[in-house]
């Protein structure tokens, strides 16, 4: 099952995999343990040693955005393109941002960037679906949430969020089928939609 609360799972996988190594930083420590504002402090206080660490800007700009501070996490963010400006994380985490204050122009600018990268991850064509949706370019977002999902079948919010865009297009009986996949992996809300719409 995948959500996407604030894009928590992931783009911030460097925290998952980082936690299985005996030697996490006490950023992603803090980081780990909802302590925001420590965690800011350790990966500071790392980047003065070493300006140019690409995952410690990125672990940063996660904590300032979980605060939502979220002038400090695209500065930081920006920073990582700067240094590596193929960057999924980054980009994603820009999309994202910028969907949050609902500049979805923006939001798409940085989703596309992504989804044109060899080897873009599911959440790209995601992110550029969901930025196309809400600027009413249907037709695209149903292609985009069809390309998420053909990356990743397991993919249940863009099941879910295709079903509600085939809903408000009239197509019932397709985005039932929609719901339904979206259930069978969980998604949640996916079956009061069924419920719903499907009767």
Avoid: W
């Amino acid at each position: 099952m995948k959500t996407l609360p604030s894009l928590i799972g992931i783009l911030v996988l460097s925290f998952a995999i980082a936690s299985c190594k005996p030697d996490v930083s006490p950023g992603d420590k803090f980081f780990a343990q909802g302590k925001y504002e420590e965690a800011i402090k350790a990966y500071t206080e790392k980047l003065e040693f070493s300006k140019n660490d690409v995952k410690v800007l990125y672990n940063r700009g996660r904590a300032y955005e979980e605060l939502d501070n979220y002038e400090m996490a695209e500065r930081d963010f920006q920073n990582v393109l700067d240094l590596e400006p193929n960057n999924f994380q980054a980009l994603l985490s820009l999309s994202n941002l910028n969907h949050k204050e609902k500049k979805y122009t923006t939001a798409l600018l940085y989703a596309n960037k992504a989804a044109d990268i060899s080897g873009a991850p599911a959440m790209a064509s995601f992110m550029k679906a969901r930025a196309q949706h809400q600027l009413g370019d249907t037709k695209e977002a149903l292609k985009s949430y069809g390309q998420a999902i053909q990356i990743d079948k397991e993919f249940g919010q863009a099941y879910y969020n295709r079903g509600l865009l085939k809903v408000a297009t009239g197509r019932i009986g397709a985005a039932c089928e929609d719901f339904q996949l979206a259930l069978a992996l969980e998604y949640p809300g996916s079956k009061e939609a069924q419920e719903k719409y499907c009767r």
